[in-house]
């Protein structure tokens, strides 16, 4: 029951040593002395919530939101003094947003409750009792002998055992994991391989001793003690022995294995369960405004309860004829009289805090993100593969990134090629038959490069035929050898090599190695070094891939000192790496060097104008590759991201701290003495550790001043370093990486924004990443066109908020200097709630949606534009202080315009009645929301049907409601103030002249400050709005076309239209000529109306 507590919880249950000890088939020991160690089921959960933690952990992390908190304590203060407004008005708005955002939630971790129920519930095979019992996956225990189909999915981490094959050997893919659809092979111990069916199995007594679960994919030790007629048998498990859940078995017919890891201690999970939460600059910025108001909502309640009691101190005011006090009230605490108006004066002005921005936002978000998906200038008819949006939190980030051989022999055996074993047949037998044979098979490869060195050996006469058993089968010029496989010895970053060792069919040992010049040539006595150093350097220039290749023959008793070294550093258990790295150093020596190889790396197209676009816009674009120097720099020039005439600086091959630092200072001299030339930098992974060690104010001041930095032969590591190292410099930049391959994941996670490129190399990149691509020259819409709109959408959301919260409570503000401070409420408790739920919420909400205040084909074809929004300029504090200073003087206007219109004179009504006090607070309410709603409409540059029906129909909606709210005596209010109001107040003719004397004086000072800004101090996007693109469209806006013979009325119109930056989707024609760069068709654009080019 405690563990079932625990995992509810989610907490793990602690393991009590470094290791564990699996009994194979959970066949423990019958002497008593042993206590089985507790392991968890094999239950995946994905979801956050369960039926009885949902609403307790939801409204804790809800509440955790400093607006929901404080209107959670508005609202309780409410219920517990004698406030001037009802506890529905805080208590409505705070319901409406925290369950709107429950729903949410809910509704996503149902879906993720139903994911892990098919998960958990599939049926598994497991061997027990002797015989295969069918049963569910959840109910898989640490060390159950699992046996899994082809084409099945692990359901667990499992040690292979053996399979259908006599050398235990089956082919894997784990393209759900790494990304990579490759097959790979993994390979049961020889004591176990043999066991092939359920009986066999049954009799197997083992004990397997590993390590405790970790989330490294790549990483296994352990070793399985094989009991075998009263003999112990000890044999090494490692990376090649586990067959990881959510992995795939191929081609192969059956395999069983033992149950290591279960649930969520499985490499998948632990890998999915540690992604950290990015938050955007927008959301950073609205904690800072809502700070901002939360000090000017304190000190309104502050000074209004002071002013109260130096009101109060007159007798007359204090205790005026029609308001006694009662003997409690005179002999009660001043003090708590104090704190109690206070909270009072709170609770009146809390409406200053936008409680629903933040539903409003996450809406926009969610909504929003759809448009990526659905642009089809995004999507890539080849690969059928359109742009995925994975974090929809980030969408307005975007906006702110010699041949003989032996040699073909060697490329043909050193590597871990697969091939599927139904299509070896129809091999011919001559060597002309070889380019023929070599295309009728398929080769899966754990990279790209290894697939195309068989593929290209197989070409010139010497073909991979693929693995029997333990032998690898080559066909050279048509005649069939067989070479025993002995041992590989895996690649790894820091030796940069692989190896294999092989029996020849004569009987000869023979090491084969392949891997980087730079590992390969030091560890060789003989061959072509020096004339393969030339060769490698020159395919480096042209921008290619190279390996070297070596050999080395063993004798017998060299072979058995390396068999019986390797033997021990594989079954070790601690410091397993160390061992084998010795180990492989001491093989891969005195090598004869064979030659080397060149793959060429092709880039996409249009990477050169995208970098080139990236870098107009204002981004400095850094490369970060594990190519050597020489290829990373030739690539560097042949996408643009160098350019010939810049100058080349160089911080490589550096050995000391002393010598790095000497040659950062000398390179910070030269870039300061060549000032007006642009330079690049290339630097080494080996000297940027060297750099970021203790020099790193250096590195970067070098980094600065340069227009491209270049860092060469980088570990993934280091990528993620030089990241979070741009992210905390002073400058504070956002940070975005692209990426397609798996070791790009941690540079993806640590950026602001993560973007994974869905390439041949996988697509870990892409399932780890915020937004994923198919092509790299689809980041220029993604960023110039989609981040600049989110951006704009966004940030006028924000401030458009905080702006008509300011107009909504500032009158109340200002009304309790006409009523003695006795916080007598302006507004209805009705309007107090439903002003920001229904009455003004919907035009902003479609305005974030929609807006496109400028064409996307001029903000694609100008990325200069984007640096007009770059450092979150349009929430900067000088544009959020415009915008709450509007809305205080609207709120002046509203306030002073209906007081000393209808202050003076109480009786405009048509029946001689007099206006009373809620009949003054409707009229400014009804000026209020006409006045915040034009507005929006002020903003809004691109009109479609749906924001004509918002805009005005929330203005009609809000009238119709009044009628029907204050034209009927509802029974269940206790008391309707409100009856027969707003209907007296619209037979007034002076309060309609006053309404909209008030809607115009208002608009009028923002149209002013538009024209003003707009004629004087005009930005590139208003520019870009005003002037005629290269598209081929006479456009005064960025969509508002015009006609040649037009009198002199449209001319009038034309120009306000300019003003103020409006226009309509029924007056554009979009006909872009073929030769306009990037993208020929800009089929993305959401168009709600028909589009006449007649008009045009």
């Not at 006479?1034 to 409006?1062: H, N, P, Q, W, Y």
Request: charged share 20%; hydrophobic share 40%; net charge neutral.
């Amino acid at each position: 029951m405690w563990r079932w507590i625990r995992q509810q919880l989610g907490f793990d249950p602690p393991h009590q040593s470094d290791t564990r000890t699996i009994y194979i088939a959970n066949r423990f020991p019958l002497n008593g002395l042993y206590t089985p160690q507790k392991f968890i089921d094999n239950r995946i959960i994905s979801s956050k919530y369960t039926v009885w933690n949902f609403v307790p952990k939801n409204l804790f992390e809800q509440f955790r939101r400093v607006a929901n908190f404080y209107f959670l304590i508005i609202f309780l203060v409410q219920l517990m003094i004698d406030t001037p407004t009802s506890p529905i008005t805080s208590g409505l708005p705070l319901f409406f947003v925290i369950t709107v955002t429950a729903i949410k939630q809910g509704y996503e971790d149902w879906l993720r409750h139903i994911s892990d129920n098919e998960v958990n519930a599939a049926p598994v095979y497991v061997v027990r009792s002797g015989g295969l019992v069918k049963t569910r996956s959840r109910n898989i225990r640490v060390g159950d002998i699992v046996r899994v189909a082809k084409d099945e999915v692990f359901p667990a981490d499992l040690v292979l055992l053996s399979s259908d094959r006599l050398d235990g050997s089956c082919h894997i893919t784990t393209a759900s994991l790494d990304g990579e659809t490759n097959l790979k092979t993994h390979v049961a111990v020889p004591e176990t391989a043999v066991l092939q069916t359920v009986a066999n199995l049954d009799t197997l007594v083992a004990v397997i001793e590993c390590q405790q679960p970790e989330a490294d994919l790549y990483r296994f030790m352990g070793r399985m003690i094989i009991t075998q007629q009263m003999e112990e048998i000890v044999r090494p498990l490692g990376p090649e022995s586990l067959l990881l859940r959510g992995a795939r078995l191929k081609n192969t017919k059956e395999i069983f294995g033992v149950a290591v890891y279960t649930g969520m201690e499985t490499k998948m999970a632990l890998n999915y369960k540690s992604k950290s939460q990015k938050r955007s600059a927008v959301e950073k910025s609205m904690n800072t405004f809502l700070i901002i108001y939360l000090i000017i909502l304190i000190s309104e309640a502050i000074i209004s309860t002071i002013l109260k009691y130096t009101w109060q101190a007159e007798e007359k005011w204090d205790e005026p004829w029609y308001n006694q006090k009662t003997e409690h009230q005179r002999n009660s605490s001043k003090i708590l009289k104090f704190i109690s108006d206070f909270l009072a004066f709170l609770v009146l002005y809390n409406f200053i805090i936008p409680i629903s921005l933040y539903v409003t936002v996450e809406m926009q978000k969610f909504l929003g993100s759809f448009f990526i998906g659905w642009d089809l200038d995004l999507y890539h008819e080849e690969s059928d593969q359109k742009a995925h949006v994975n974090t929809s939190d980030l969408n307005e980030e975007l906006g702110q990134i010699k041949e003989h051989d032996l040699f073909f022999k060697a490329v043909s055996l050193c590597h871990t090629v697969q091939i599927s074993s139904v299509q070896t047949d129809g091999i011919g037998d001559g060597p002309w038959q070889s380019s023929f044979a070599s295309s009728q098979l398929e080769y899966y490869a754990s990279s790209p490069d290894e697939k195309a060195l068989v593929e290209a050996a197989a070409r010139f006469g010497i073909v991979f035929i693929g693995n029997s058993e333990e032998t690898m089968e080559v066909k050279t010029l048509g005649k069939l050898e067989r070479y025993k496989l002995l041992h590989i010895l895996e690649f790894d970053s820091d030796r940069r090599r692989m190896s294999v060792i092989v029996q020849a069919p004569s009987g000869e040992k023979l090491l084969f190695a392949k891997g980087a010049e730079s590992s390969i040539l030091p560890q060789c006595i003989g061959g072509e070094i020096e004339k393969t150093r030339i060769h490698v350097d020159e395919f480096a220039l042209k921008g290619l891939r190279t390996l070297c290749m070596a050999y080395r023959r063993f004798t017998s008793k060299e072979y058995e000192e390396i068999d019986r070294r390797l033997f021990e550093a594989r079954t070790a258990l601690q410091q397993r790496e160390e061992k084998l790295a010795d180990v492989f150093q001491f093989i891969e020596k005195d090598l004869i060097l064979l030659g080397a190889t060149a793959v060429e790396d092709k880039l996409q197209d249009k990477v050169r104008e995208t970098i080139e676009a990236l870098r107009m816009a204002g981004i400095k674009v850094w490369v970060l590759t594990g190519d050597k120097h020489e290829t990373a720099v030739s690539v560097s020039l042949s996408c643009g991201h160098f350019h010939r005439t810049m100058n080349i600086l160089e911080l490589i091959n550096q050995k000391s701290d002393s010598e790095c630092a000497e040659k950062l200072r000398q390179l910070a001299r030269r870039i300061t003495e060549d000032h007006v030339i642009q330079h690049g930098l290339v630097v080494d992974g080996t000297s940027l550790s060297l750099a970021l060690r203790e020099h790193e104010k250096l590195f970067m001041e070098v980094c600065r001043n340069c227009s491209a930095v270049l860092c060469c032969r980088m570990a993934p590591l280091q990528k993620a370093k030089v990241i979070r190292l741009i992210k905390i410099s002073p400058e504070k930049p956002i940070t975005l990486a692209v990426g397609d391959g798996a070791n790009d994941v941690s540079m993806i996670q640590e950026a602001h924004v993560g973007i994974g490129i869905m390439g041949k190399e996988g697509r870990q990149a892409a399932r780890n990443s915020d937004y994923a691509i198919a092509r790299f020259k689809f980041l220029s819409k993604l960023l110039f066109v989609h981040g600049h709109f989110y951006y704009i959408r966004i940030a006028t959301l924000v401030q458009y908020f905080f702006y008509k919260n300011v107009c909504f409570i500032t009158p109340q503000f200002l009304y309790q200097f006409y009523c003695l401070f006795s916080q007598q409420t302006l507004y209805d408790s009705v309007y107090l709630t439903l002003y920001n739920i229904c009455f003004t919420s919907l035009p902003i909400l479609i305005y974030s949606l929609l807006e496109q205040h400028i064409d996307p084909h001029v903000l694609q074809n100008k990325p200069t534009l984007y640096r007009d929004i770059s450092k979150n300029r349009q929430l900067s504090m000088k544009t959020f202080l415009y915008w709450t200073i509007l809305g205080f003087s609207h709120a002046f206007i509203f306030f002073f315009g209906s007081y000393f219109l209808i202050g003076k004179d109480t009786s405009l009504l048509g029946n001689g009645q007099m206006f009373g006090n809620w009949t003054f607070g409707t009229l400014v309410f009804t000026v209020m929301v006409i006045t915040v709603t034009a507005k929006m409409a002020l903003e809004t540059h691109f009109w479609t049907w749906i924001n004509h029906l918002v805009t005005w129909g929330s203005i009609l909606f809000y009238f119709i409601f009044s009628l029907f709210y204050g034209g009927i005596l509802w029974p269940f209010l206790g008391s309707q103030n409100m009856y027969f109001v707003f209907i007296e107040l619209l037979s007034s003719g002076s309060a309609w002249f006053a309404i909209i004397l008030m809607v115009v004086t208002c608009l009028f000072l923002d149209i002013v400050k538009k024209v003003f800004d707009r004629q004087l101090h005009p930005t590139n996007i208003e520019k870009a709005q005003l002037t005629e693109t290269n598209s081929s469209i006479k456009c005064l806006d960025s969509m508002c076309c015009f006609s040649e013979g037009e009198t002199a009325c449209a001319s009038v119109g034309r120009m306000l239209e300019r003003v103020i930056g409006r226009c309509s989707p029924t007056h554009v024609s979009r006909s872009w000529s073929a030769s306009d760069p990037f993208y020929t068709n800009d089929r993305s654009i959401l168009t709600l109306s028909t589009m006449d080019s007649s008009t045009c």
